[in-house]
């Protein structure tokens, strides 16, 4: 599934102009809060979402008649179920809409003002780490992964992976791997060594998330190590180990689950 700021990115290489609606303010309860949006096509096409329901059906039906005015309008919807032309949906609030023309040939600054894409990188292409790739993708990610076994690390087992690095070792795990303070960075290579020598490596930049896979037991003595490597131990809070949100996760594809969860309660906010 093409997020919006994907099929929006594809829509101004190739040349052609799209309309977007983001939902710019909210009061009360709403399905979607400021910052959410999506992207029309003149074909009929929509990527990526303002809320559903009755509010998202009505600002598709306003989408279209833009491609012909290209001026930007914001719409005002009231979501109570008794307000005087209110939507009937239950949630009950209030949200502003802004609709505007976007042209491919003249975008502006249109690109960075909706980058709401996120970056991830999967250190270990194994079976956990081939199940997450999709799950953060589809939840709006680029994802990067790496691995030190070719055979493991190739653009056939991830064609649509932002990125596959194959290292020489986990020597050296950030070679060729881009980490900054909007980085998501997952572990799971195929052995402590490995995974040691990439949260050794990670802990001292700058990220946002860092989480490592692994049994209590073996936390403890990579935590323990890191502190006698010279971590301090604020350094070390910052990395989530055992990985991800407990739901009684086993499978690689339960796991996957279970990690995405996490990834997705530090973005909103709801864990530190």
Known sequence: MKTAYHAALELIEGKESFVVASVVDTEGSTPRKSGAW???????????????????????????????????????????????????????????????????????????????????????CGHVG?????????????VTMVDDRPEYANTERFPQAAKVVVLESFENPLEGVEIDEDTYVVIMTRGHAGDYNVIRNVLGRDFKYLGMIGSRS?????????????????????????????????????????VAAEIIAVKAGKMA
Not at 88 to 117: H, Q, R, S, W
Not at 222 to 248: C, N, V, W, Y
């Open 130 to 142: 081939t199940a997450l790739e999709p799950v953060l993708r589809h939840i709006g990610f680029t």
């Open 38 to 124: 999506m992207i029309a096509r003149k074909n009929g096409e929509f990527y990526g979402t303002v809320g559903g329901g009755r509010l998202e059906h009505e600002v598709e039906k306003l989408m279209p008649g833009v491609f012909e005015t290209k001026k930007a309008h914001t719409y005002a919807f009231k979501l109570n179920q008794n307000a005087k032309d209110g939507l009937d949906m239950a949630c009950g609030g209030d949200a502003t809409v802004l609709i505007e023309y976007v042209d491919a040939l003249n975008p502006g600054d249109f690109l960075e003002a909706y980058k709401t894409v996120n970056k991830a990188v999967i250190f270990g």
């Open 218 to 258: 073996k936390v403890a003595q990579t935590m323990k190590r890191l502190a006698e490597e010279g971590f301090t131990q604020e350094q070390i809070d910052r990395a989530h180990s055992p990985i991800g949100l407990k739901i009684g996760a086993e499978t690689p594809e339960e796991i996957a689950i279970s």
